[in-house]
Structure formats: structure tokens, C-alpha cells
């Protein structure tokens, strides 16, 4: 799971990275060489608007991310996730 502001630059940072071998998430560099870009979807989960002044917004999206981590569970067989201390 990626986050950040920038999403497009995100999602290409991260091809760029598996297209290229340099994807620090061994299982799933080796997926990825093993099945093919083709067999993999990037999806936009949540998304935060930016509506008010003086938001630290940069803190609100590691907030919802980790609300997304707690939600979906995407570790182990079910992610390529790894759960955090």
C-alpha cells in the first residue's frame, strides 16, 4: 500500500521500481517478475479533499492510512503488506 499527495507519481515510482527489480517488498517483486505487470491492479482506496486552512494534511493521511491498514488486513497470504510496531 502506497500514500502520499501525489498519487500518479506514487504509482509510477513504484513500477518503475518493480519493472526494474529494485522493489524493496521481496514477495512481491517476485510476483510481479513471476506473474507479469498484467496480473496486477492499482486501486485508489480513499482519498482526502483539502478543503480548510491550517490542516496538517500530511498527518490526517498517515491517520487514514492506518485506518485502511487496520481495515483491510492486507498481510500475509492476504497483502504484501508488513504490520508495523
Same mark, same amino acid.
Given at each position: 500500500m502506497a500514500a502520499g499527495k501525489n498519487l500518479n507519481a506514487a504509482k509510477n515510482s513504484i513500477i518503475f521500481q518493480l519493472n526494474n527489480g529494485m522493489y524493496p517488498v521481496a514477495q512481491l517483486q517476485h510476483d510481479w517478475n513471476?506473474? @507479469?505487470? /498484467?496480473?496486477?491492479?492499482?486501486?485508489?482506496?480513499?482519498?482526502?479533499?483539502?478543503? #480548510? +486552512? @491550517?490542516? /496538517?494534511?500530511?498527518?490526517?493521511?498517515?491517520?487514514?492510512?492506518?485506518?485502511?491498514? #487496520? +481495515?483491510?488486513?492486507?498481510?500475509?497470504?492476504?497483502?504484501?503488506?508488513?504490520?508495523r510496531k
Open positions: 513471476g506473474y @507479469g505487470s /498484467d496480473n496486477f491492479e492499482f486501486e485508489i482506496i480513499e482519498t482526502i479533499e483539502e478543503k #480548510e +486552512a @491550517g490542516v /496538517d494534511y500530511d498527518k490526517e493521511l498517515k491517520v487514514l492510512e492506518l485506518l485502511v491498514l #487496520e +481495515a483491510l488486513q492486507p498481510y500475509d497470504d492476504a497483502g504484501y503488506n508488513t504490520r
